[in-house]
């Protein structure tokens, strides 16, 4: 059993016996077209992620995850440089201005050791550290890591998901990479698990997962929640993507009554008050 308590981010400690609020500052600019030269663009995002950060810290998270690559079903890759050009001046500044545990949405085994020596306190990937040289990488920094499940890969993962039990399947395989990670000298109560809702799944498949969460916790690792807009919510809905808040708010309040201890989330200061509330009533005292 992990030591929840005083789980440690690098520098930062966080007591993972209390559900913790990381908030997504996702770094990947497409959505700019017009005006500026590139490097004015790269300022203007950077500025963007810093000011985004500390609001969510205001509103009570206590870890950031950075991404610069999209991973939303279909996305277009982006290059290792570009990934790097996005997130480390990112990285960099947060570690001065910004505190909170600084995680990183990363599969690149060259980001995570640059990531490591700029104060990132996380290595969250969506791949479980499955890429060539991400295991050793992340093994080398000392730091923690989150193993995502996903079937298939971004590009066609939501194609034709398929399983005979998603729980059993998503509980072996982190279980299984989880052991290998501790095969690769990281410490057993370094490593976080995520089922890894919307990665080659159907709504059955998530919500069968959120359902049956106790299955994963049975192996006695801290587990990650990442829900926040996404398209089960939708499925469910009928909703837009803009319109998905108090959906995914109902996710995170059956989370945390089944255990988990980390929320993923764009909506930081209305998911810390559901995780209050929820841990208010579980507790029977206001915490
Ligand atoms: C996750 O679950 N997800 S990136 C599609 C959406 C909304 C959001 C509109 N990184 C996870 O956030 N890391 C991502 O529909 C993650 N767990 C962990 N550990 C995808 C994302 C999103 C995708």
């Known amino acids: 059993m992990s030591n929840l308590s005083a789980f440690?981010?690098?520098?930062?400690?966080?007591?993972?016996?209390?559900?913790?609020?990381?908030?997504?500052v996702n770094v990947t600019p497409d959505s700019f077209s017009d005006g500026?030269?590139?490097?004015?663009?790269?300022?203007?995002?950077?500025?963007m992620a810093i000011e985004r950060a500390q609001q969510m810290v205001a509103d009570g998270a206590t870890i950031v995850d950075v991404g610069g690559e999209s991973t939303r079903p279909g996305a277009a890759p982006?290059?290792?440089?570009?990934?790097?050009?996005?997130?480390?001046?990112?990285?960099?500044?947060?570690?001065?201005?910004?505190d909170a545990?600084?995680?990183v949405d990363t599969s690149s085994p060259e980001?995570?050791?640059?990531?490591?020596?700029?104060?990132?306190?996380?290595?969250?990937?969506?791949r479980a550290l499955g890429r060539e040289g991400a295991l050793q990488a992340a093994a080398a920094t000392g730091l923690p890591v989150c193993l995502m499940h996903m079937q298939g890969s971004p590009a066609t993962m939501q194609d034709a998901p398929s399983y005979d039990d998603v729980v059993e399947e998503v509980v072996s395989f982190l279980s299984y990479r989880a052991e290998q990670c501790v095969a690769a000298g990281i410490?057993?109560?370094?490593?976080?698990?995520?089922?890894?809702?919307?990665?080659?799944?159907?709504?059955e498949h998530n919500l069968r997962l959120l359902n049956n969460l106790d299955q994963l916790q049975a192996l006695g690792l801290p587990v990650l929640l990442g829900t926040s807009r996404k398209s089960m919510i939708e499925h469910v809905l009928g909703r837009p993507v803009d319109e998905r808040l108090a959906g995914g708010l109902a996710t995170v309040a059956v989370g945390v009554m089944k255990g988990a201890c980390l929320f993923?989330?764009?909506?930081?200061?209305?998911?810390?008050?559901?995780?209050?509330?929820?841990e208010a009533v579980l507790n029977e005292c206001k915490v």
């Not at 500026?36 to 203007?44: H, I």
């Not at 980001?111 to 969506?126: F, K, P």
Request: aromatic residues 4%.
């Open 8 to 24: 440690s981010f690098g520098q930062r400690t966080l007591d993972l016996t209390r559900p913790q609020v990381m908030g997504i």
């Open 36 to 47: 500026g030269t590139l490097f004015e663009l790269r300022q203007l995002c950077v500025d």
């Open 78 to 98: 982006v290059s290792l440089q570009e990934e790097m050009d996005r997130v480390l001046p990112v990285v960099e500044r947060l570690n001065k201005e910004v």
């Open 101 to 103: 545990v600084i995680s």
């Open 111 to 126: 980001l995570i050791t640059a990531v490591a020596e700029l104060g990132a306190g996380l290595i969250n990937d969506v």
């Open 187 to 203: 410490a057993k109560d370094q490593i976080i698990l995520d089922p890894g809702f919307g990665f080659g799944k159907t709504l």
């Open 264 to 278: 993923r989330v764009h909506d930081v200061k209305e998911t810390v008050d559901v995780v209050r509330m929820t």
